[in-house]
Protein backbone atom coordinates (compact mmCIF):
# COMPACT_ATOMS: atom_id res chain seq x y z
CA UNK A 1 0.00 0.00 0.00
CA UNK A 2 2.03 2.99 -1.32
CA UNK A 3 -0.40 5.76 -0.78
CA UNK A 4 -3.26 5.84 1.71
CA UNK A 5 -6.66 6.18 0.32
CA UNK A 6 -10.12 4.96 0.56
CA UNK A 7 -10.06 2.25 -2.22
CA UNK A 8 -6.67 0.87 -1.07
CA UNK A 9 -7.43 0.53 2.91
CA UNK A 10 -10.93 -1.12 1.58
CA UNK A 11 -8.65 -3.40 -0.46
CA UNK A 12 -7.02 -4.64 2.35
CA UNK A 13 -10.40 -4.62 4.50
CA UNK A 14 -12.11 -7.07 2.02
CA UNK A 15 -9.01 -8.66 1.52
CA UNK A 16 -8.81 -9.85 4.65
CA UNK A 17 -12.69 -10.01 5.42
CA UNK A 18 -13.24 -12.75 2.75
CA UNK A 19 -10.79 -15.10 4.68
CA UNK A 20 -12.04 -14.41 8.12
CA UNK A 21 -14.53 -12.92 9.81
CA UNK A 22 -14.26 -10.19 12.26
CA UNK A 23 -16.12 -7.38 14.37
CA UNK A 24 -15.82 -3.86 13.29
CA UNK A 25 -14.03 -2.98 16.45
CA UNK A 26 -11.79 -6.06 15.24
CA UNK A 27 -11.07 -4.52 11.51
CA UNK A 28 -10.92 -0.82 13.06
CA UNK A 29 -7.79 -2.36 14.90
CA UNK A 30 -6.61 -4.65 12.10
CA UNK A 31 -6.39 -1.50 9.41
CA UNK A 32 -4.74 0.88 12.34
CA UNK A 33 -1.86 -1.75 12.77
CA UNK A 34 -1.58 -1.85 9.13
CA UNK A 35 -1.42 2.22 8.86
CA UNK A 36 1.41 2.15 11.93
CA UNK A 37 3.96 -0.62 10.15
CA UNK A 38 3.42 1.62 6.88
CA UNK A 39 4.11 4.72 9.03
CA UNK A 40 3.60 7.05 5.96
CA UNK A 41 0.71 8.59 7.23
CA UNK A 42 -0.18 9.57 11.15
CA UNK A 43 -2.60 7.11 12.63
CA UNK A 44 -5.09 10.22 13.48
CA UNK A 45 -4.96 11.56 9.58
CA UNK A 46 -6.30 7.89 8.60
CA UNK A 47 -8.73 7.29 10.82
CA UNK A 48 -11.15 9.37 9.08
CA UNK A 49 -10.71 7.24 5.88
CA UNK A 50 -10.53 4.18 8.37
CA UNK A 51 -14.27 4.82 9.34
CA UNK A 52 -14.71 5.16 5.98
CA UNK A 53 -13.72 2.01 4.96
CA UNK A 54 -15.50 0.45 7.86
CA UNK A 55 -18.95 1.85 6.58
CA UNK A 56 -18.83 0.63 3.48
CA UNK A 57 -18.06 -2.93 4.78
CA UNK A 58 -20.63 -2.91 6.80
CA UNK A 59 -22.67 -1.66 3.67
CA UNK A 60 -22.32 -4.18 1.68
CA UNK A 61 -22.74 -7.06 4.35
CA UNK A 62 -19.35 -7.99 4.89
CA UNK A 63 -19.18 -6.81 8.57
CA UNK A 64 -22.37 -7.59 10.70
CA UNK A 65 -21.32 -7.70 14.54
CA UNK A 66 -24.82 -9.25 15.52
CA UNK A 67 -24.36 -12.21 12.91
CA UNK A 68 -20.62 -12.83 13.85
CA UNK A 69 -21.62 -12.85 17.74
CA UNK A 70 -23.91 -15.52 16.74
CA UNK A 71 -21.97 -17.74 14.61
CA UNK A 72 -19.47 -17.75 16.83
CA UNK A 73 -21.58 -18.46 19.75
CA UNK A 74 -22.74 -21.59 18.00
CA UNK A 75 -19.47 -22.97 17.43
CA UNK A 76 -18.03 -22.31 20.77
CA UNK A 77 -20.99 -24.24 22.28
CA UNK A 78 -20.10 -27.20 19.79
CA UNK A 79 -16.89 -26.94 21.32
CA UNK A 80 -17.88 -27.51 24.66
CA UNK A 81 -17.96 -23.64 26.17
CA UNK A 82 -19.77 -22.54 28.51
CA UNK A 83 -21.91 -18.82 28.19
CA UNK A 84 -19.50 -17.20 30.28
CA UNK A 85 -16.66 -18.22 28.13
CA UNK A 86 -18.18 -17.40 25.08
CA UNK A 87 -19.18 -13.93 26.55
CA UNK A 88 -15.29 -13.54 27.08
CA UNK A 89 -14.73 -14.65 23.66
CA UNK A 90 -16.98 -12.62 22.02
CA UNK A 91 -15.24 -9.89 23.80
CA UNK A 92 -12.21 -10.29 22.67
CA UNK A 93 -13.56 -10.68 19.21
CA UNK A 94 -14.04 -6.81 19.54
CA UNK A 95 -18.26 -7.41 20.12
CA UNK A 96 -19.69 -5.06 22.11
CA UNK A 97 -20.54 -6.02 25.33
CA UNK A 98 -23.86 -5.61 25.75
CA UNK A 99 -24.40 -7.96 22.66
CA UNK A 100 -21.68 -10.33 23.54
CA UNK A 101 -23.60 -11.00 26.81
CA UNK A 102 -26.65 -11.13 25.14
CA UNK A 103 -25.11 -13.26 22.30
CA UNK A 104 -24.13 -15.77 25.21
CA UNK A 105 -27.20 -16.16 27.09
CA UNK A 106 -28.56 -19.72 26.16
CA UNK A 107 -30.86 -21.84 27.79
CA UNK A 108 -29.92 -24.57 30.44
CA UNK A 109 -30.48 -27.71 27.87
CA UNK A 110 -27.82 -26.09 25.49
CA UNK A 111 -26.03 -25.17 28.09
CA UNK A 112 -26.11 -28.37 29.58
CA UNK A 113 -25.10 -30.22 26.24
CA UNK A 114 -22.47 -27.64 26.15
CA UNK A 115 -21.00 -29.47 29.68
CA UNK A 116 -21.47 -32.91 28.17
CA UNK A 117 -19.39 -31.91 25.40
CA UNK A 118 -16.56 -30.85 27.40
CA UNK A 119 -16.87 -33.73 29.62
CA UNK A 120 -16.70 -35.89 26.56
CA UNK A 121 -13.97 -34.08 24.98
CA UNK A 122 -11.37 -34.20 28.14
CA UNK A 123 -13.10 -38.24 29.41
CA UNK A 124 -14.57 -36.60 32.59
CA UNK A 125 -16.55 -38.58 34.75
CA UNK A 126 -14.63 -41.80 33.44
CA UNK A 127 -12.27 -42.27 36.90
CA UNK A 128 -14.72 -42.43 40.38
CA UNK A 129 -11.36 -41.64 42.28
CA UNK A 130 -10.99 -38.29 40.21
CA UNK A 131 -14.93 -36.80 41.17
CA UNK A 132 -13.62 -33.81 42.53
CA UNK A 133 -10.67 -32.75 40.10
CA UNK A 134 -13.25 -33.59 37.03
CA UNK A 135 -15.74 -30.94 38.64
CA UNK A 136 -13.08 -28.56 39.50
CA UNK A 137 -12.55 -28.39 35.67
CA UNK A 138 -15.73 -28.24 34.56
CA UNK A 139 -16.24 -25.27 37.27
CA UNK A 140 -12.88 -23.35 35.87
CA UNK A 141 -14.40 -23.77 32.60
CA UNK A 142 -17.49 -21.17 33.66
CA UNK A 143 -20.28 -23.64 33.76
CA UNK A 144 -22.68 -23.60 37.15
CA UNK A 145 -22.21 -26.51 39.61
CA UNK A 146 -25.35 -27.49 39.01
CA UNK A 147 -24.70 -28.09 35.57
CA UNK A 148 -21.16 -29.73 36.60
CA UNK A 149 -22.73 -31.59 38.79
CA UNK A 150 -25.44 -33.68 36.11
CA UNK A 151 -22.49 -33.81 33.53
CA UNK A 152 -20.98 -35.72 35.58
CA UNK A 153 -23.57 -37.70 36.41
CA UNK A 154 -24.06 -38.86 32.78
CA UNK A 155 -21.31 -39.17 32.02
CA UNK A 156 -21.17 -42.01 35.08
CA UNK A 157 -24.04 -42.98 34.52
CA UNK A 158 -23.44 -43.59 30.37
CA UNK A 159 -20.02 -45.30 31.21
CA UNK A 160 -18.87 -48.55 30.88
CA UNK A 161 -16.50 -48.28 34.04
CA UNK A 162 -19.55 -48.19 35.99
CA UNK A 163 -20.29 -51.92 34.96
CA UNK A 164 -19.32 -54.85 36.76
CA UNK A 165 -16.88 -57.02 35.06
CA UNK A 166 -16.05 -60.71 35.52
CA UNK A 167 -12.70 -61.62 36.02
CA UNK A 168 -11.58 -65.55 36.31
CA UNK A 169 -12.93 -66.70 39.66
CA UNK A 170 -16.33 -65.36 39.28
CA UNK A 171 -18.89 -62.24 38.99
CA UNK A 172 -17.61 -59.88 41.66
CA UNK A 173 -18.59 -56.95 43.53
CA UNK A 174 -18.24 -53.69 42.42
CA UNK A 175 -19.29 -49.49 44.41
CA UNK A 176 -20.75 -46.98 42.03
CA UNK A 177 -19.04 -44.07 44.41
CA UNK A 178 -23.04 -42.97 45.60
CA UNK A 179 -22.47 -44.53 48.93
CA UNK A 180 -25.02 -47.33 48.10
CA UNK A 181 -24.17 -50.86 49.54
CA UNK A 182 -21.83 -52.78 46.71
CA UNK A 183 -23.62 -55.19 44.11
CA UNK A 184 -22.32 -58.59 42.60
CA UNK A 185 -23.74 -58.76 39.42
CA UNK A 186 -22.80 -62.12 37.20
CA UNK A 187 -20.95 -61.40 33.82
CA UNK A 188 -20.57 -64.12 32.03
CA UNK A 189 -17.56 -63.79 29.41
CA UNK A 190 -17.97 -66.16 26.02
CA UNK A 191 -14.95 -68.10 24.82
CA UNK A 192 -15.43 -66.17 21.40
CA UNK A 193 -15.14 -62.91 22.77
CA UNK A 194 -11.44 -63.96 24.32
CA UNK A 195 -10.59 -65.03 20.91
CA UNK A 196 -11.82 -62.00 19.17
CA UNK A 197 -8.72 -60.34 17.81
CA UNK A 198 -8.54 -56.34 17.81
CA UNK A 199 -5.23 -54.65 16.71
CA UNK A 200 -5.52 -52.36 19.88
CA UNK A 201 -5.58 -55.35 21.87
CA UNK A 202 -1.48 -55.95 22.30
CA UNK A 203 -0.94 -52.59 22.65
CA UNK A 204 -3.91 -52.87 25.30
CA UNK A 205 -1.79 -55.97 27.05
CA UNK A 206 1.52 -53.71 26.97
CA UNK A 207 0.31 -51.09 29.25
CA UNK A 208 -1.39 -53.49 31.44
CA UNK A 209 1.92 -55.20 31.92
CA UNK A 210 3.48 -51.84 31.85
CA UNK A 211 1.73 -50.58 34.77
CA UNK A 212 1.21 -53.65 36.10
CA UNK A 213 -2.85 -53.55 35.98
CA UNK A 214 -4.84 -56.12 36.88
CA UNK A 215 -3.31 -57.78 40.13
CA UNK A 216 -5.29 -56.30 42.68
CA UNK A 217 -8.93 -57.64 42.79
CA UNK A 218 -9.71 -54.07 44.47
CA UNK A 219 -8.44 -51.86 41.80
CA UNK A 220 -10.33 -53.95 39.07
CA UNK A 221 -12.13 -50.90 37.69
CA UNK A 222 -9.84 -48.32 38.56
CA UNK A 223 -7.14 -50.33 36.12
CA UNK A 224 -10.26 -50.22 33.38
CA UNK A 225 -10.58 -46.18 34.03
CA UNK A 226 -6.47 -46.65 33.40
CA UNK A 227 -6.83 -48.24 29.74
CA UNK A 228 -10.51 -46.46 28.86
CA UNK A 229 -8.54 -42.63 29.55
CA UNK A 230 -5.43 -43.59 27.63
CA UNK A 231 -7.51 -44.24 24.73
CA UNK A 232 -8.73 -48.02 24.33
CA UNK A 233 -12.45 -49.20 23.83
CA UNK A 234 -14.45 -50.51 26.54
CA UNK A 235 -13.92 -54.18 24.79
CA UNK A 236 -10.17 -53.93 24.37
CA UNK A 237 -9.63 -52.84 27.99
CA UNK A 238 -11.78 -55.83 29.04
CA UNK A 239 -10.29 -57.98 27.34
CA UNK A 240 -6.37 -56.63 28.00
CA UNK A 241 -7.25 -57.08 31.64
CA UNK A 242 -8.32 -60.65 31.68
CA UNK A 243 -5.46 -62.33 29.40
Avoid at 24 to 34: A, F, M, P, S, T
Avoid at 83 to 104: N, Y
Amino acid sequence: MRKLSEKSLGNVALHYLRKHSASRKGLVQLLERKIKRQGDVPLSEAKVIIDQVVARMVQAGYLDDARMAESKTASLHRQGKSSRVIELKLREKGIDPALARKSAITTPEVEFESAGMLVKRKRLGVDPERKQKDFAVLMRAGFSSDVARRALQAAAEASPVGELIQFPGGAQAFDEGDGEECRVLPFPIQASDREKPDRGLEAAAGLVEKKRLGLDPSRKQRDLAVLIRAGFNYDVAKLALLR
